[in-house]
């Protein structure tokens, strides 16, 4: 059954694979999408090393001269998805979003180059990349995190990549739409509209589209001039984790003042990520930089903290908050406390299971020492795929799948899983 999945699993990657970059999902997202492509190449890297760093060097070629790497690039037209690169104007040569999103890059490179058969290669497409990527991690500290707290905000909910999360309801009721003509939404033709974001959600992410490119585009400008911003800190975790392993390869490299200056951002940021963690709710929560308040939210981006080197006891704590959510689902992880009045098991993150996420949390909490919790959410996805494919993310509950089918990432982390764990049934 592994063999026939892992094959499944790269038939997906073949079918969306556009020879330089993969799509998400054919229709749905038609273009490259920042993380999705980072976390793609560690499904290449298992049978094609080359194609593996390929994804990661047309992401990387499409980076601003600041050193923001864009959440969406738009290497060819395609009226297939709102809102493109009209609505952005970024004028820049290949059109590209003006928002970023993870950086999950560093880590992407430092376990595809660190697990290699081409060592050589590695090497040199490390060497070449880990600079730009370095460069993206300052921009961070520079450009979202101006007064130097060690943790960056988001200016806009799809950064997060969890667009529709509960923790961003109230900060994003600040987000007006006066002056947000009307537009027609393609992402619900191809997929359920009750599994999508709502047309008035919708109503904001374009507002703020459109404030930014009223200021240019000008990253020294738009934190604050932004009414939404938040600290997450899954985002923040990502962000610090990907430091820590550009230090780490930076270093073997002999990139030493690349290494250097990632360990003490990583360093600062572990620190920093202690005034997230909330006893009440028994895991990390976000916080409103623009009201100056905790958002009391018991969502995954609380958890997907364990994928930076945070407390061993912290994550303990995180497995117990899991165990507690496993007693409401069928599935880990929910993307929102089952047992919450918001939760929603089909509406993309306001409760469903994403593979990508599930990869991440077990990933650090294997590495904090939590063996059995890290087993159990990789058994759990591959429980969801044989029940119901490779859908862009699932029911907890009942596993439904939803979004959209046949989805690059969720087929790159089960070629992962399967090519790096033994995971029991």
């Known amino acids: 059954m592994n063999d026939e999945l892992i094959q499944h699993a790269r038939q997906v990657l073949s079918d969306n694979d556009r020879g330089t970059y993969t799509v998400p999902t054919h229709g749905l997202y038609p273009f490259q999408w920042n993380w999705d492509s980072a976390l793609s190449a560690l499904g290449f890297a298992h049978f094609d090393e080359p194609r593996a760093w390929t994804e990661i060097e047309t992401l990387m070629a499409h980076q601003w001269d600041d050193g923001m790497v864009p959440h969406i690039i738009f290497h060819q037209l395609d009226d297939g998805y709102f809102p493109g690169p009209g609505v952005w104007a970024t004028n820049r040569s290949v059109p590209t979003s003006g928002i970023t999103q993870p950086p999950v890059a560093g880590f992407a490179v430092r376990r595809i180059h660190d697990r290699a058969a081409d060592k050589a290669l590695a090497t040199r497409k490390a060497k070449k990349l880990l600079p730009k990527i370095h460069a993206w991690h300052q921009w961070f500290y520079r450009c979202r995190d101006p007064q130097g707290t060690g943790l960056v905000a988001l200016l806009h909910p799809w950064e997060s990549g969890r667009d529709?999360?509960?923790?961003?309801?109230?900060?994003?009721?600040?987000?007006?739409?006066?002056?947000?003509?009307?537009?027609?939404?393609?992402?619900?033709?191809?997929?359920?509209?009750?599994?999508?974001?709502?047309?008035e959600q919708y109503r904001r992410y374009i507002w703020l589209v459109q404030k930014f490119r009223s200021l240019g585009w000008d990253n020294t400008l738009l934190h604050d001039a932004s009414p939404f911003k938040v600290v997450d800190p899954g985002f923040n975790a990502i962000l610090i984790r990907s430091c820590e392993d550009v230090a780490d390869l930076a270093g073997r490299l002999g990139l030493t003042e690349?290494?250097?200056?990632?360990?003490?951002?990583?360093?600062?940021?572990?620190?920093?990520?202690?005034?997230?963690?909330s006893e009440t709710l028994g895991q990390y929560q976000c916080y409103d930089r623009a009201a100056s308040k905790p958002i009391d939210s018991p969502?995954?981006?609380g958890?997907?903290?364990?994928?930076?080197?945070?407390?061993?006891?912290?994550?303990?704590?995180?497995?117990?908050?899991?165990?507690?959510?496993?007693?409401?689902?069928?599935?880990?992880?929910?993307?929102h406390d089952p047992t919450a009045p918001e939760f929603d098991g089909l509406r993309y993150w306001r409760g469903p299971v994403w593979l990508i996420v599930n990869y991440m949390i077990a990933d650090g909490l294997q590495r904090a020492g939590q063996f059995s919790m890290a087993n159990r959410i990789?058994?759990?996805?591959?429980?969801?795929?044989?029940?119901?494919?490779?859908?862009?993310?699932?029911?907890?509950?009942?596993?439904?799948?939803?979004?959209?089918?046949?989805?690059?990432?969720?087929?790159a982390m089960v070629i992962e899983i399967f090519s790096t764990y033994e995971v029991a049934a």
């Open 378 to 411: 990789r058994a759990d996805s591959v429980r969801l795929i044989e029940h119901s494919g490779f859908a862009e993310y699932h029911d907890p509950i009942t596993a439904e799948p939803c979004g959209g089918a046949h989805f690059t990432w969720t087929a």
């Open 258 to 277: 690349i290494a250097a200056q990632s360990r003490a951002m990583a360093e600062k940021g572990i620190t920093a990520m202690e005034s997230l963690w």
């Open 164 to 199: 529709n999360s509960v923790d961003w309801d109230d900060a994003f009721e600040r987000v007006p739409t006066e002056g947000v003509g009307s537009f027609t939404r393609r992402d619900t033709t191809h997929a359920n509209p009750a599994h999508r974001p709502t047309d």
């Open 303 to 335: 958890i997907l903290a364990a994928f930076a080197p945070i407390p061993k006891a912290r994550a303990a704590a995180l497995t117990d908050r899991i165990e507690a959510l496993a007693k409401a689902c069928n599935y880990l992880v929910p993307s």
């Open 299 to 301: 969502s995954i981006g």
